[in-house]
């Protein structure tokens, strides 16, 4: 156990690195706050969190996309769901994070709000997400699962990669 951690984190690790040897990947997900929400990715989705590094727009892309940033060497693009989810987009606070998704090849980084934490419980069969949601959203959201603090939107981190799908890659010749 790791001294500096705190007791309750040092537990969740411990615990993550049995799954992870029984099993290959580790159980529950990332937390994400994304406006008041709060939102899951599944732990074997996510490559990293880390601070936001400095980010560079990219002239004529959707809002969402809030820019490329440069990754261990690589241009990694950095999306902001906050649009996408109907979330109140304010500037972003110190506690902001990166959130970086890898899965067969595809990388995002993904920034939140914050990331308070993990959530131990399962997130293969959730609940279905409130029927509320606007289209951008449910096509983001597989479900909810809820804690003791109340509920969690479960992100498919799957259709989160594929938004580079609806980004126009042609080259603009003047």
Do not use: C, F, K
């Amino acid at each position: 156990m790791n001294p500096l951690m705190a007791p309750d984190r040092a537990a969740t690790a411990e615990v993550a690195d049995v799954v992870v040897a029984e099993v290959g990947v580790p159980a529950g997900g990332v937390l994400l706050r994304l406006g008041a929400s709060r939102y899951a990715v599944a732990m074997g989705d996510v490559a990293e969190v880390a601070p936001v590094p400095g980010l560079t727009r990219v002239p004529g892309a959707p809002l969402w996309l809030a820019g490329v940033a440069n990754w261990r060497g690589r241009m990694l693009p950095v999306l902001d769901l906050r649009p996408l989810l109907a979330a109140e987009t304010l500037p972003l606070p110190g506690s902001a994070r990166l959130v970086v998704l890898a899965r067969d090849g595809v990388v995002v980084g993904v920034v939140a709000e914050a990331v308070p934490g993990v959530y131990d419980g399962e997130l293969a069969d959730p609940a279905p997400p409130p029927p509320t949601l606007t289209a951008d959203a449910a096509s983001l959201v597989l479900g909810q699962v809820a804690d003791r603090s109340g509920p969690i939107a479960v992100l498919d981190a799957w259709a989160v990669l594929m938004l580079r799908e609806r980004v126009d890659r042609r080259r603009h010749v003047s």
